[in-house]
C-alpha cells in the first residue's frame, strides 16, 4: 500500500483578479530577452474575468471578447488584434503561439539554437487510478487526502487526513464495484505510458529528441517517482504538460500545486528550467482530432443528421467555480463551441448538448447534471444519442462503467432508442502529433525566465510560474464547501443535510426511549399508546 503523500499545499496568493491594463511589449521582450524572473508559462491564458496574463512578466490585458473563441473565426477584439500583431503574423489557431513568439525574435531564435546541449524532459501529468481492487482505497485516500480535492478551511485542515480516510472507507465498496465491472482496476496508468511513448516519437520525428515522463496524482507511478527519474537522467529543461484539455484546481491546479511543492525543496529542481502548458482545449490539432471520433462515430447511426451529440465532462463542485474562480466551465463551454463549429465546417450541425456527470456528496456540483439531462431528453422525445467524454483524454473508469453501462442504461429506459459513445482520444495520430507541436512551441520559452541568482532563488520564482498560474484562477485560494459533507455553521447546504441527520436521529431517540422507558413528552400529552 502507498503511504500518504502530501505535504500541505502552499500558501495564499496574493494575486489580484481585477481587470488590467493591457502592457503587452514588457511581455514579449521580457520573454524574449530571456531575464531572470518567475520561471513561467509565457502562455495566453484567458479566463471567465476576460483578461490575458503572460506569466512572470506580470502583463495583463483585457479583452472585451475572449480570445480563445477566436480559434479559427476574427470574431477578435481590438486588444486581441493588438497583442496579435506583436507576435508577428502568425495565426491565431495556437493561440499567442508561445513558439511563434519566441522564434519571431532573435533571442527566441537562440533559445531555440540552445537547446541542442539540453536535455529536454516533457513531463505529462495525470491523475492515477486503483490498478486492482486492493488498490481502491489507499487511491480514494490520496485523492480525498487532497486539500484541493477537499478544501477544508484552515482551522479543520488537521482533520483533512482522518476526513480521507473515513471517506476512502465508506466510499471504497461502491468504487471496488464499478472497478471490478470494468476488469478490476483502471486503465489508466497502461494509457498514459502508451500516450507517453507515442508523444515521444513524435517529438522524436519532429527533430526534437526529447524523453517523456508520466507524473501520477494520486497513484502509481506518483509525481515525485517521475520527478526522481527526471533527475537521474540528468533533463535540463522540462515542459510540464498536465494531461487535462482543460484547466481545473482539481486536476491540472492539484498536480501543479504539488509540483510546486516538490520543486521548492530540490536544489536540482530550483536549478532546472520548466514551463507549463496549463490547458490546451482550444489547439486546433485536439479539436480536429475531436471531431474526426464524433464525424466518424455519428455515421454508425441510421440517421446521423438526427442524433443529439450529448458532450458528458466531468463535474466539479459550484463553488469551485463561483468562489474560487476555476475557469474550468468556461473552458469547457468554449472547448464544445470549438468543436462545433469545426464540425459545421464539415456540414455537420446536428444538435447538442452539454452535461456534467461524476458527481460525489451532497454539494452542488455543476449543472446541467448528466443523469437529468439524459431523462429530460428522452421526455422531449429525443430518439438518438451520441455520448462525447469531454474533459479527459484516456478511457477509464466514467466512460466504461458510469457512461457506457450506467447512462446508456438509463437512456434506454428514458425512451432514447439508439445509443453511441465516441471513443477517448487515447493515441489517436491527429492529437498525439498536436501534443507534440504544443511541447515544440513551448521549448523556446522553458527556462526563458529561469532563476539561477540568488534573489530570484530566494523568491523561489522557477516555481513563482506555477503559483502564479494557480492565482490566475485560484485567486485567494479559498477554503470551498468540499464536495463531501463536512460540517459548516450557518444555513448552508452541508448544515441543511446534518441538521437533517441529527433531527432524525434525535427523533429515533426519543422514540426509542419512550418505547424503552415507556415515559416521555409523548406519553405525557397522552399521545403514545402504553404498549403493555
Ligand atoms: C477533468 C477531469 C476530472 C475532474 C474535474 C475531477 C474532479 C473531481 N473528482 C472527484 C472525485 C473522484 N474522481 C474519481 C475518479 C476520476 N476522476 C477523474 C477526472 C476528474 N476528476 C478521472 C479520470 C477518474 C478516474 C480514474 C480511474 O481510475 O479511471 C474518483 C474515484 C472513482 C469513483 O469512486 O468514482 C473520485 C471519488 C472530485 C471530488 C472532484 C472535484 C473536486
Ligand atoms: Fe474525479
Known sequence: MNSPIRAPSSSASSSSSSSHVFRPPPCLTHASRNLKG?????????????????????VEASFSTNPLKNYK????????????????????????????LATSTSQGVSDTTRLIDDKIGVLLLNLGGPETLED????????????????????????????AQFVSIVRAPKSKEGYASIGGGSPLRRMTDAQAEELKKSLWEKNVPANVYVGMRYWHPFTEEAIEQIKRDGITKLVVLPLYPQFSISTSGSSLRLLENIFREDEYLVNMQHTVIPSWYQREGYIKAMANLIEKELKSFDCPEEVRIFFSAHGVPLAYVEEAGDPYKVEMEECVDLIMEELETR????????????????????????????????????????AVPISFVSEHIETLEEIDVEYKELALESGIENWGRVP???????????????????????????????????????????????????????????????????????????????????????LFLEVTTDKGLLHQVGIWPSLR
Open 424 to 510: 477517448a482520444l487515447g493515441c489517436e495520430p491527429t492529437f498525439i502529433s498536436d501534443l507534440a507541436d504544443a511541447v515544440i512551441e513551448s521549448l523556446p520559452y522553458v527556462g526563458a525566465l529561469a532563476a539561477s541568482d540568488l534573489e530570484a532563488r530566494q523568491s523561489l520564482v522557477p516555481l513563482g510560474s506555477v503559483e502564479e498560474l494557480l492565482a490566475a484562477y485560484d485567486t485567494q485560494r479559498k477554503e470551498l464547501p468540499p464536495p463531501v459533507i463536512v460540517w459548516e455553521w450557518g444555513w448552508t447546504k452541508s448544515a441543511e443535510t446534518w441538521n437533517g441527520r441529527v433531527a432524525m436521529l434525535a427523533v429515533l431517540l426519543i
Open 73 to 100: 473565426s476574427s470574431r477578435c477584439s481590438p486588444w486581441w488584434s493588438e497583442a496579435q500583431s506583436l507576435v508577428s503574423n502568425q495565426s491565431l489557431n495556437k493561440q499567442f503561439s508561445v513558439g511563434s
Open 136 to 163: 481502491v482505497q489507499p487511491f480514494l485516500f490520496n485523492l480525498f487526502a487532497d486539500p484541493d480535492i477537499i478544501r477544508l478551511p484552515r482551522i479543520f485542515s488537521f482533520l483533512q487526513k482522518p476526513l
Open 347 to 386: 456540414k455537420i450541425t446536428n444538435a447538442y448538448t452539454l452535461a456534467y456527470q461524476s458527481r460525489v456528496g451532497p454539494v452542488e456540483w455543476l449543472r446541467p447534471y448528466t443523469d437529468e439531462t439524459i431523462i429530460e431528453l428522452g421526455k422531449k422525445g429525443v430518439k438518438s444519442l451520441l
Open 38 to 58: 518567475p520561471l513561467l508559462f509565457p502562455q495566453t491564458i484567458c479566463t471567465s474575468q476576460k483578461k490575458i496574463r503572460c506569466f512572470g512578466a506580470h
